[in-house]
């Protein structure tokens, strides 16, 4: 059983995720019923000797099968581009937070606040605690608030990154020399674990992403510890 969810998405943490899911097994159903449709008549034809004589030049037929692909199609793409605007959409953030991709790892930025900025680094394995997790823990978690609307922009001061989180829905590129953009919401506390996902050099898979998000009046409080 274990082995099969390892298959699956992780657990939705974000309202994009979840229509990300929600997209993903709309989509799957179509194709499920396109390909045992096919397989049917497949297998009927195989199997059935018979021909019928009034299906060998049948316009009304190819019509059907003409058209009936265009309707899923559309039933396809609509969801699809529904989903792609909304993820796209800032929507009047609360809180800005600037991530910086470096060989290799990552610093983030509270704009909002004055001076406050950590790095992050991958926990060595001398440093590891009995509850770490190796190649994914790091020494300064990025601090995030509960059920707030928030934007987080992505650059690179070297080459080329990716700022991945998969429980939130959310893949975006650091470029040297370029701010990009992309809206967080988070609906549960907890640890949540990314990696940078763009072949960026020899460290390439040692530049984790860990967030940690909490209720919003302790990262007020984190806040003013600084």
Same mark, same amino acid.
């Given at each position: 059983m274990n082995t099969w969810m390892n298959f699956s998405f992780q657990d939705a943490s974000s309202p994009s995720m979840e229509q990300l899911m929600f997209f993903h097994d709309h989509a799957m159903i179509i194709l499920i019923l396109i390909t045992t449709s096919i397989l049917y008549t497949l297998l009927n034809m195989l199997i059935n000797k018979m021909i019928n004589r009034n299906l060998l030049n049948q316009q009304n037929l190819e019509i059907i099968w003409?058209?009936?692909?265009t309707f899923l199609l559309i039933f396809i793409a609509?969801? +699809?581009?529904?989903?792609?605007?909304?993820? #796209? !959409?800032?929507?009047?953030? &609360? *809180?800005?937070? =600037?991530?910086? @991709?470096?060989q290799w790892y990552w610093s983030y930025e509270y704009t909002d606040f004055l001076?406050?900025?950590? #790095? +992050?680094y991958m926990l060595t394995k001398n440093n590891l605690k009995l509850n770490s997790f190796r190649l994914l823990d790091v020494d300064n978690n990025?601090? *995030?608030? *509960?059920?707030?609307?928030?934007?987080? &922009?992505?650059?690179?001061t070297d080459v080329i990154h990716s700022w991945t989180m998969p429980s &939130?829905? =959310?893949?975006? #590129?650091?470029i040297p020399g370029r701010l990009n953009q992309v809206s967080l919401m988070i609906?549960?506390? @907890?640890?949540?674990? @990314?990696?940078?996902? !763009?072949?960026c050099g020899a460290n390439h898979s040692f530049m984790p992403i860990v967030i940690e998000s909490i209720p919003m009046m302790f990262f007020i409080k984190w806040i003013n510890s600084f």
């Open positions: 003409t058209i009936s692909p609509f969801p +699809s581009i529904h989903l792609l605007y909304l993820m #796209d !959409e800032i929507n009047n953030p &609360l *809180l800005t937070i =600037k991530a910086i @991709g470096h001076n406050i900025e950590i #790095d +992050s990025m601090i *995030l608030p *509960l059920n707030t609307q928030m934007r987080m &922009l992505v650059s690179s &939130l829905g =959310k893949k975006i #590129d650091a609906k549960r506390p @907890g640890m949540y674990f @990314g990696q940078c996902s !763009e072949i």
